[in-house]
């Protein structure tokens, strides 16, 4: 039996409208070795750059977690002057992880409804199961 390759088309068309709705500047779908799967970003913001950084702060964390024992990880929120980052771990399958990368304006202060629709249709599309 040959598994059914994901509609990636449909991945780049799902971060486009997190975007529109969210107002975010970029999406991004990584796995967390850093390797870009999908993204939609403005002109001035490298997708390369983001999908290598979810997967280091990502590691970090996810050390962190671990050492002070605080449970599963639910996302990371990193706000700046300018803006905020927000990476969430949407789906694992063995060992590999993926995580959606989103970057806003710091004007946005509703984040976590548009995310978690991006990240359970992203889950939808590739056959995960949560």
């Given at each position: 039996m040959q598994m059914e390759r994901p509609d990636y088309s449909a991945l780049a068309r799902i971060l486009e409208?997190?975007?529109?709705?969210?107002?975010?500047?970029?999406?991004?779908?990584?796995?967390?070795?850093?390797?870009?799967?999908?993204?939609?970003?403005?002109?001035?913001?490298?997708?390369?750059?983001?999908?290598?950084?979810?997967?280091?702060?990502?590691?970090?964390?996810?050390?962190?977690?671990?050492?002070?024992?605080?449970?599963n990880l639910k996302d990371i929120s990193v706000r700046c002057s300018e803006g905020k980052a927000v990476f969430r771990k949407i789906a694992s399958q063995g060992k590999q992880s993926l995580i959606l990368a989103t970057i806003m304006p710091r004007n946005v202060r509703y984040h976590a409804r548009t995310i978690g629709k991006a990240s359970t249709l992203i889950r939808k599309v590739l056959g995960y199961k949560n």
């Open positions: 409208e997190t975007n529109k709705e969210g107002g975010f500047i970029a999406s991004v779908l990584a796995r967390d070795d850093g390797f870009l799967i999908a993204s939609a970003v403005a002109p001035t913001t490298h997708p390369d750059v983001v999908a290598a950084m979810s997967g280091y702060v990502a590691d970090t964390v996810e050390r962190m977690r671990n050492e002070l024992g605080l449970g």
